[in-house]
Structure formats: C-alpha cells, structure tokens
C-alpha cells in the first residue's frame, strides 16, 4: 500500500508534468496544428487555465478517436518535431479505416523503463526472446524489439494478424480461426525446436496454445510477457499455476496499446485472489475508472469505464474513454497512483464481445 506521502509526491509530479505537456502543445513555437487550431476556437486559453491534472479532466472535453481516423497524420506533428519523418502506429481497425498514432521515440522511452522492472533471473540478459503476437503496422513489434535489444537480447518474430481472426469469429467461420491460429503456433514451435529462446511475449489464448503443444520450461523458456486485456482471475490463476508451473516460469501480464504505452501488474496470486491489477507508466499517462454517466471516478473496487489521457512531447491526449471496464484500485507503494483490475472489454456483462486471439 502506498505511503500517503507518496501519493502526494506522486500527485505534485503529475501537476508539474501537466503543466509542462499543456505549455509544449499549446504554445505556438512547439505545438501541433491540431491542438493550436483547436484552442483557437475555444473560449477559453489552455495555457492560462490548465496548472494541475484536476484542471485538464475539468477543461478538456473528451478525446474523439475520429479525429486519428480521419484527419492528416500531419496536423500531430509538434513543431519541434517537424524536421524528422515519423512512424506510423496503428490500432484496431477490424473493419473500417483504423486509428493512426504518430511517433518517434515513445516507444522506446516507454519500454527503457518498463525494462527497469524485470528481473534478471526470469528474463536474463543476452538471450533470445520470441514475440508471438502482431507486427505489421502496430507500434508492439519494435517496442518489444527495443525492450529485447535493452537488455541485450535479439528477437525472433511470429506474426499474427487479429483483424482476420475477429472477422471470422463474427462470422462464424469457427474452423478457419482454429485453423489460422494452429498455424501461428505451428510457426512459433518450429523456432522453439530449432532456436534457443529464454523469453517470450505473446495473447495469453495463444500462451495456453502453445503450452498445450510444448512444455515450456522444458523448451527453456524463463519469462513470459503475456498481452491482452481479458485475464479473469481463474484464467489467471491457471496460466500462473499450470502453463508457468507456479513460478518456474515468470508470469508477467501487460495491459498496453499505441495510445499509451505500457502499464506494470502489481504481484498477485493467493494472497489477493489473483486479481491483476496495472498501474499506468504516470506521469506519461494517466489510467482513471471513470462512471461513465457522470465522468467521475468511481469509488474504489468498483467498477467503471476506463479513461486514459497521455501526456508526452510527441503526443498529447486528454481523456480518452477505451473500449475496457476495469475496477479501480488503490494506489501501490511502486507505482502510488490509481491501478485498474480485472480488465474486460466495456460492456462485456451486456453484450457478446469479439476477442479473437486475446
């Protein structure tokens, strides 16, 4: 449990971020077109009125994920940045036109400091990791490369593509999504057979695949990043207790995407019912459980929508509403800002989701 002066401390640092973010992207020498043009229009002034993350969540309307459809990729271009070419990121897009973000070194200052948090004995250094998951257009494939490359180690590759295994979920082509996805295992044992591999970053269905298929610590594997938003506490406890054979292998789930980099898990198991918590990399985002009607946090252990705001140089995102439900937690005495448990897509209690590989 976090120390309430460490919450204060950890509250100041994101005002004091807040305020530097809203200075960068509002003032006319550094800031994007999208966000200049925009505060013209508004009546009042960003940079007068926004001190504190308080200040943000009560000015800024709600991010819309139309306009990193939609609009030039250009119109995010910082001024400070307009002399060097940017990647493309993107994210989901099953059908339609999908979401673009723009970038040049977040991801690899996101991941630097996620490397700060593993341990050398599950994930050790100058080894062979293996990434299972999707490459293509997506920012994962060379953050994972990065975080592989930050401890010394080299990657190999298996690329999967979830749009298509969605789709033929959503159309019932049930035997076709078995079929895709026992190719992508078929492809990611070969390696293992034939290539020495001592980390390995994958969806946790496709995790459960391959152990069906491979005993892992026996194939020499030591960690696991294991991304994807659905892990209830049962399947946690499985892949913990049976795929990661209580700790031979070390289990570390993820809750990342484009938008905002990557959030650590909190340790769980017995002692909290193997509940995952992640705690955001603040104050370089910032993950709320919001109730959706009112747009206030809701009281902790409750459920809510989840709300992400990113706050970086390169990319500037108040309050974004993400398609998960989570449940507030408290703040950790590692990360000692809110967490968000037990993620699930929003409205899963209502509505049949398509999760395809994840």
């Known amino acids: 449990m976090a120390s309430e002066n460490q919450i204060k401390k950890a509250a100041q640092a994101l005002d004091n971020h807040v305020a530097e973010i809203i200075h960068w992207h509002f003032s006319e020498n550094t800031g994007c ?42 119109v995010w271009v910082p001024q400070k940045f307009s002399d ?32 700060k948090t593993l341990n050398d004995q599950h994930f050790p250094k100058n080894q062979y990791w293996m990434m299972v998951g999707p490459t293509g257009p997506r920012r994962l494939r060379l953050a994972i490369e990065h975080l592989a490359n930050e401890r010394g180690c080299s990657c190999y590759f298996v690329d999967l593509d979830p749009r298509w295994v969605k789709r033929l979920i959503a159309t019932q082509q049930f035997d076709q999504a078995r079929a895709y996805m026992d190719h992508v295992v078929e492809q990611a044992l070969t390696i293992l057979k034939h290539r020495k591999v001592s980390a390995l970053f994958t969806t946790p269905k496709l995790l459960e695949a391959l152990a069906e298929r491979r005993d892992l610590v026996q194939a020499g594997i030591k960690g696991v990043f294991c991304g994807g ?102 703040p950790w005495s590692e990360a000692p800002w809110d967490g968000v448990a037990e993620i699930r897509p929003f409205g899963a209690m209502e509505k049949k989701i398509v999760e395809g590989v994840y």
């Open 229 to 330: 938003t659905t892990m209830d506490r049962q399947y946690a406890r499985f892949l913990e207790e049976e795929v990661c054979e209580n700790g031979k292998i070390g289990f570390v789930p993820t809750y990342g995407n484009t938008l905002m980099g990557l959030a650590r898990h909190r340790p769980f198991g017995p002692e909290n019912d193997y509940s995952i918590a992640y705690y955001a990399p603040q104050p370089r985002a910032v993950l709320r459980v919001i109730d959706s009607t009112t747009g206030q946090p809701v009281e902790y252990d409750d459920w809510g929508r989840v709300e992400l705001t990113t706050l970086t140089k390169e990319f500037f995102m108040p309050k974004f509403l993400e398609r998960d439900e989570a449940i507030r937690r408290k």
């Open 84 to 115: 060097r070419p940017f990647n493309v990121f993107e994210t989901g897009g099953t059908t339609g036109m999908p979401k673009q973000r723009i970038g040049w070194d977040d991801f690899r200052i996101d991941y630097t400091e996620f490397s």
């Open 33 to 74: 077109p999208f966000w200049l043009n925009w505060a013209k229009e508004q009546d009042w002034n960003p940079l007068e009125e926004v001190r504190t993350f308080s200040d943000l969540c009560e000015k800024f309307p709600y991010f819309e994920d139309g306009w990193l459809r939609d609009l030039p990729n250009e």
